[in-house]
């Protein structure tokens, strides 16, 4: 028991921007690449607040070197004027949270994604530099900051050829982001995704790293925007615009179905992306399950006995784009980092646009429909047919999953979910090693033999019926599909372990692809990981070594001269204590977690490659892949 006294002395107060830097993952998520790209995005959601509310019509932003980036807007310029509390309004901006211009109507914003009046100082806080300068009338206002967020002097002013907008140039402090760099392709999707949803606007995003410069400007943009989305995958139907506006909140909305078997829903408030979707998104599902269920029984395809489709039934395959526009006294986020809308009322705009709009082109665009409800009743029956294989599997009884199963599956002794780990392993070899290595108490180990189904391309019948996927639908035990739940999952780990070579990383694609398509919650849970077996071990006299990458044995070569080597082609080669050692042994191993930082970078990367689109296919691979020795991989 600890004899230190808790008494008022014990309470600190953190002054200013102490608190960002204390905790910046309250502010921007996390501190890695992720984090770091969320610092451009604050910079660049205020630029495009400025051309939303019809405030110039070009944005540029130039990433200057791996932690250096700029952005340069044509709207009114920051204020700069002295503030009521003694200082210039800019350096209260940048220094002082919660302060911005979109607390009230004084502040000209009629919508804006900016709410918490944080994100400019927050900027600040975690960078090394940052400078901004404001241009109004021939005028250039200039103030400058250093070591998170410190003025470094006052606010300077001399004259411009420039006559409206903002520049920001900032330093990521690499104390709070160590080795983390910004990735061009990252920044232009983001941005193009932003392009699509503001029409006419112009983008123009540099990298001087690389000499290269990409512009993004759409006239049409959510049909546009969707037409990108499926342009490697077969449609349905053509694309659904609907647009309106109730209670001062503007909707607008693409709808397409697809031939594939997840709903991927872009939703956006303000131009922000909501990751975790909320009350427009809820308005959404609710409105397209009534109409769909209400025209299905009016043309017969529901009869009078039917229960209705349900809402899992009417989304899958379906592409949306759902954008809405809300005043700022409406806008309420969930967090600082906007993931999810929080507004009561625009889930009653989005119903109630959907509900007056849809009908209307279902009836004028009859043949879609049919298609679409035709889609929607395959889904149901296979719906059906998948929760019936989760409930037996859940049950875990039952001669069919005892029978798939058996032989295979070397079950963990314990039933803790929270602690079990599922290995699955390349092969009967390497499974066997496994098995003899493992803590029985906790891991379990499921073999697969030869390289699973492409999913990417396969029918949702081919899954249930391929013995591999089947083996595993099962061992996860938490169904598949549109009826997966994740809370069922037997394990809370699941760790593809496979070779170290071609054969090796395709079979991990091949179970990624098909987690992503068909399981998408475990790896939206942090549940799937990737297992790094050593390529080598290595002796330099009496001394042993595992290397896991070919710098390592540069390294190790580079200490020791000679050394003795014993490459490990597959994981069948090593012994089960070595296997343990190397790759199982959570006091030791190194796993690679898998995380989706972006739902549509990773879908289209996924359709991209695993698709049956050659020529889209090869055309990316020859853009971002270098096959030279010398060049690294370009590749997220």
Same mark, same amino acid.
């Given at each position: 028991?600890?004899?230190?006294?808790?008494?008022?002395?014990?309470?600190?107060?953190?002054?200013?921007?102490?608190?960002?830097?204390?905790?910046?993952?309250?502010?921007?998520?996390?501190?890695?690449?992720?984090?770091?790209?969320?610092?451009?995005?604050?910079?660049?959601?205020?630029?495009?607040?400025?051309?939303?509310?019809?405030?110039?019509?070009?944005?540029?932003?130039?990433?200057?070197?791996?932690?250096?980036?700029?952005?340069?807007?044509?709207?009114?310029?920051?204020?700069?004027?002295?503030?009521? $509390?003694?200082?210039?309004?800019?350096?209260?901006?940048?220094?002082?949270?919660?302060?911005?211009?979109?607390?009230?109507?004084?502040?000209?914003?009629?919508? $804006?994604?900016?709410?918490?009046?944080?994100?400019?100082?927050?900027?600040?806080?975690?960078?090394? $530099?940052?400078?901004?300068?404001?241009?109004?009338?021939?005028?250039?206002?200039?103030?400058?900051?250093?070591?998170?967020?410190?003025?470094?002097?006052?606010?300077?002013?001399?004259?411009?050829?420039?006559?409206?907008?903002?520049?920001?140039?900032?330093?990521?402090?690499?104390?709070?982001?160590?080795?983390?760099?910004?990735?061009?392709?990252?920044?232009?999707?983001?941005?193009?995704?932003?392009?699509?949803?503001?029409?006419?606007?112009?983008?123009?995003?540099?990298?001087?790293?690389?000499?290269?410069?990409?512009?993004?400007?759409?006239?049409?943009?959510?049909?546009?925007?969707?037409?990108?989305?499926?342009?490697?995958?077969?449609?349905?139907?053509?694309?659904?615009?609907?647009?309106?506006?109730?209670?001062?909140?503007?909707?607008?909305?693409?709808?397409?179905?697809?031939?594939?078997?997840?709903?991927?829903?872009?939703?956006?408030?303000?131009?922000?992306?909501?990751?975790?979707?909320?009350?427009?998104?809820?308005?959404?599902?609710?409105?397209?399950?009534?109409?769909?269920?209400?025209?299905?029984?009016?043309?017969?395809?529901?009869?009078?006995?039917?229960?209705?489709?349900?809402?899992?039934?009417?989304?899958?395959?379906?592409?949306?784009?759902?954008?809405?526009?809300?005043?700022?006294?409406?806008?309420?986020?969930?967090?600082?980092?906007?993931?999810?809308?929080?507004?009561?009322?625009?889930?009653?705009?989005?119903?109630?646009?959907?509900?007056?709009?849809?009908?209307?082109?279902?009836?004028?665009?009859?043949?879609?429909?049919?298609?679409?409800?035709?889609?929607?009743?395959?889904?149901?029956?296979?719906?059906?047919?998948?929760?019936?294989?989760?409930?037996?599997?859940?049950?875990?009884?039952?001669?069919?999953?005892?029978?798939?199963?058996?032989?295979?599956?070397?079950?963990?002794?314990?039933?803790?979910?929270?602690?079990?780990?599922?290995?699955?392993?390349?092969?009967?070899?390497?499974?066997?090693?496994?098995?003899?290595?493992?803590?029985?108490?906790?891991?379990?180990?499921?073999?697969?033999?030869?390289?699973?189904?492409?999913?990417?391309?396969?029918?949702?019948?081919?899954?249930?019926?391929?013995?591999?996927?089947?083996?595993?639908?099962?061992?996860?035990?938490?169904?598949?599909?549109?009826?997966?739940?994740?809370?069922?999952?037997?394990?809370?780990?699941?760790?593809?372990?496979?070779?170290?070579?071609?054969?090796?990383?395709?079979?991990?694609?091949?179970?990624?692809?098909?987690?992503?398509?068909?399981?998408?919650?475990?790896?939206?849970?942090?549940?799937?990981?990737?297992?790094?077996?050593?390529?080598?071990?290595?002796?330099?006299?009496?001394?042993?070594?595992?290397?896991?990458?070919?710098?390592?044995?540069?390294?190790?070569?580079?200490?020791?001269?000679?050394?003795?080597?014993?490459?490990?082609?597959?994981?069948?080669?090593?012994?089960?204590?070595?296997?343990?050692?190397?790759?199982?042994?959570?006091?030791?191993?190194?796993?690679?977690?898998?995380?989706?930082?972006?739902?549509?970078?990773?879908?289209?990367?996924?359709?991209?490659?695993?698709?049956?689109?050659?020529?889209?296919?090869?055309?990316?691979?020859?853009?971002?892949?270098?096959?030279?020795?010398?060049?690294?991989?370009?590749?997220?």
């Amino acid at each position: 028991m600890s004899n230190t006294e808790y008494t008022a002395s014990s309470i600190e107060i953190l002054e200013g921007l102490d608190a960002v830097r204390k905790r910046p993952g309250m502010y921007i998520g996390s501190t890695d690449q992720k984090g770091l790209h969320h610092l451009v995005w604050e910079i660049v959601d205020n630029a495009i607040d400025e051309a939303l509310n019809q405030h110039g019509k070009n944005i540029y932003i130039n990433i200057e070197d791996d932690q250096t980036i700029s952005i340069r807007d044509e709207g009114r310029g920051m204020p700069v004027e002295a503030h009521q $509390s003694g200082v210039s309004a800019l350096e209260v901006i940048f220094t002082v949270l919660h302060a911005g211009g979109k607390f009230s109507e004084a502040g000209g914003y009629k919508t $804006s994604g900016g709410l918490h009046g944080v994100g400019a100082s927050v900027v600040n806080a975690l960078s090394a $530099s940052l400078v901004a300068t404001v241009y109004k009338g021939n005028q250039a206002y200039t103030m400058e900051f250093e070591n998170g967020g410190k003025p470094k002097g006052s606010l300077k002013k001399e004259t411009s050829k420039e006559t409206q907008g903002s520049f920001v140039r900032f330093s990521a402090d690499p104390l709070i982001f160590g080795n983390a760099r910004f990735n061009y392709n990252t920044i232009c999707e983001r941005v193009q995704e932003s392009a699509f949803l503001l029409e006419g606007i112009r983008f123009v995003v540099s990298d001087q790293r690389i000499d290269q410069t990409r512009e993004f400007r759409y006239e049409n943009g959510l049909r546009e925007f969707m037409a990108y989305i499926h342009e490697d995958t077969e449609v349905l139907n053509e694309t659904i615009l609907l647009e309106g506006e109730q209670n001062d909140i503007n909707v607008k909305m693409a709808l397409q179905y697809n031939g594939g078997y997840h709903e991927d829903t872009y939703a956006y408030v303000n131009l922000v992306r909501t990751q975790d979707g909320g009350t427009h998104v809820a308005g959404f599902r609710s409105g397209l399950t009534k109409v769909v269920n209400e025209y299905a029984r009016k043309h017969g395809v529901l009869k009078e006995k039917d229960k209705n489709f349900e809402g899992n039934d009417i989304r899958e395959g379906l592409s949306l784009i759902l954008s809405v526009s809300i005043p700022e006294n409406l806008l309420q986020f969930e967090g600082q980092t906007k993931g999810k809308l929080g507004t009561p009322s625009a889930r009653n705009a989005v119903e109630g646009v959907l509900l007056e709009q849809l009908p209307y082109y279902f009836d004028t665009h009859h043949e879609d429909a049919m298609n679409i409800l035709a889609k929607i009743q395959k889904a149901s029956q296979a719906r059906l047919a998948a929760r019936k294989a989760r409930e037996q599997a859940r049950k875990g009884k039952g001669r069919r999953i005892e029978k798939i199963l058996s032989g295979k599956l070397a079950n963990a002794q314990t039933k803790n979910k929270d602690k079990n780990e599922l290995f699955l392993v390349e092969g009967d070899s390497a499974g066997g090693s496994a098995k003899q290595g493992r803590d029985s108490k906790f891991q379990a180990i499921l073999p697969l033999r030869g390289k699973v189904l492409n999913t990417q391309k396969a029918k949702f019948e081919e899954i249930l019926k391929n013995e591999e996927l089947n083996t595993i639908i099962h061992t996860v035990g938490a169904g598949v599909g549109q009826d997966f739940v994740l809370k069922d999952s037997n394990y809370k780990k699941i760790i593809i372990m496979t070779d170290a070579d071609t054969d090796g990383a395709h079979i991990q694609v091949l179970l990624l692809t098909f987690f992503f398509r068909h399981m998408r919650p475990l790896i939206e849970a942090g549940y799937v990981y990737i297992a790094q077996p050593p390529l080598y071990r290595v002796k330099a006299g009496k001394e042993s070594f595992y290397c896991y990458t070919e710098d390592e044995l540069d390294d190790l070569r580079d200490k020791y001269g000679k050394l003795e080597l014993q490459r490990y082609k597959g994981l069948g080669e090593m012994n089960a204590d070595q296997l343990w050692e190397t790759t199982m042994d959570p006091q030791t191993r190194n796993l690679i977690q898998v995380q989706i930082d972006d739902q549509l970078i990773a879908d289209k990367r996924v359709s991209t490659l695993m698709g049956d689109k050659v020529g889209i296919r090869r055309e990316w691979i020859e853009e971002n892949v270098s096959f030279t020795l010398e060049e690294e991989l370009n590749v997220e």
